[in-house]
């Protein structure tokens, strides 16, 4: 279960330092990857140019990760997620990563679920 926190963390520096490393040592070359917004990559060529993408507007300022829920093929894994674009515009949220895994400690399905920041309480 370690190699696979291992995984992940490392998945999260990339982002975090806006260096893509060899992406065949995280993902499966089939994976499909889901962000909250309902897009949709398939396949490490996709979320590579996403990554880079993504990176030329925008910069990751923190992604902690909780603790890992493990079972079987299946990971969770609770995060704080701020970012900020080239205006200046920050955005922030919960989420929670649903990782299944092959036989080889990579990640061959990831999806992201997310509670928008800062929480607010209607009826309080």
């Excluded at 089939?30 to 996403?50: K, L, M, P, S, T």
């Amino acid at each position: 279960m370690r190699q696979r926190e291992e995984i992940i963390k490392a998945w999260l520096d990339m982002w975090l330092g806006q260096e893509l490393l060899p992406l065949e040592a995280v993902f499966t070359p089939d994976v499909h990857y889901y962000e909250f917004q309902g897009r949709e990559y398939e396949g490490i060529d996709q979320i590579r140019r996403w990554f880079e993408t993504w990176n030329s507007e925008n910069r990751v300022v923190k992604w902690e990760v909780g603790r890992f829920v493990h079972d079987q093929d299946l990971t969770l894994v609770p995060f704080y997620f701020q970012n900020v674009n080239k205006e200046g515009e920050k955005r922030e949220y919960e989420g929670v990563y649903l990782v299944e895994w092959d036989g080889d400690h990579r990640i061959q399905k990831l999806q992201e679920f997310y509670c928008k920041l800062p929480h607010y309480k209607p009826y309080a």
